[in-house]
């Protein structure tokens, strides 16, 4: 099976806090993404990353960076972090297929990080 | 006009019967279909993936795809108490072929 892991289930932080969510893949996938999920808006895309050292902004990236030095880990940072940061982050990884190889293009997430930020 | 929508619901059905939920997508070159479930304070679950036109049926669920109209849809026979849930369509291809783009949700009650 699949796993992808999140290092924290919650964690509170304060404003300014520069702070790291961090996620691991144990099945050699190429693909990882950071989401963050709010209520009425759902699932965002902040950051996605092709392969190792390679990262693409998603739709909100403002306010986030991230690093991919190994293919297994893909880390999401918060600079300062700032109260409407306060979020469900989730992790996912993806194995792409070529052309449309269906089951390769399937998304696993982690379990989530519940970020508040005080 | 967003990417993919959904109802927000809550969708409400009694238990034994057919829930239908629905997703319209706008990129008329999508490819790739996915119905994720989402239990509250959890993670999505793909349920079911779909990319040819017609239905593919898993046990009590049912994608069924039609392209020229642009919607898919998840259908779940006899609904079990279990199945309340929030219910996210994904889609893929099109324009941006390695990019998913997630519906908002349906979130979905079957009452005892």
């Known amino acids: 099976d699949v796993k992808v892991t999140q290092s924290s289930r919650y964690l509170v932080k304060r404003t300014g806090e520069k702070v790291f969510l961090e996620c691991v893949q144990d099945?050699?996938?190429?693909?990882m993404f950071w989401y963050r999920q709010d209520p009425g808006l759902g699932l965002r895309l902040i950051y996605f990353?092709?392969?190792?050292?390679?990262?693409e902004k998603g739709d909100i990236p403002e306010g986030y960076s991230v690093s991919r030095e190994k293919k297994e880990r893909f880390s999401l940072i918060l600079e300062s972090a700032s109260t409407n940061q306060t979020s469900m982050y989730l992790c996912?990884?993806?194995?792409?297929?070529?052309?449309?190889?269906?089951?390769?293009?399937?998304?696993?997430f982690g379990a989530g990080t519940r970020l508040s930020v005080l | 006009q967003k990417e993919v929508e959904q109802n927000s619901g809550p969708l409400s059905v009694p238990e034994g019967a057919i829930a239908s939920l629905n997703c319209t997508y706008s990129?008329?070159?999508?490819?790739?279909f996915f119905w994720y479930r989402q239990y509250s304070g959890k993670s999505p679950e793909l349920i079911m993936f779909?990319?040819?036109?017609g239905d593919k049926e898993d046990g009590r669920f049912t994608a069924q795809l039609n392209k020229a109209s642009q919607y898919v849809s998840l259908l779940i026979r006899d609904s079990q108490p279990s199945d309340s849930a929030t219910y996210l369509c994904?889609?893929?291809?099109?324009?941006?072929?390695?990019?998913?783009?997630f519906g908002p949700g349906t979130s979905l009650s079957v009452i005892p």
């Open positions: 994904a889609v893929i291809g099109g324009t941006s072929y390695d990019k998913v783009i």
């Open positions: 990129d008329r070159g999508s490819q790739s």
């Open positions: 990353s092709y392969d190792v050292k390679m990262k």
């Open positions: 996912a990884s993806r194995s792409p297929g070529t052309g449309f190889s269906l089951a390769k293009n399937i998304q696993y």
């Open positions: 779909i990319y040819s036109n």
């Open positions: 099945m050699d996938h190429e693909n």
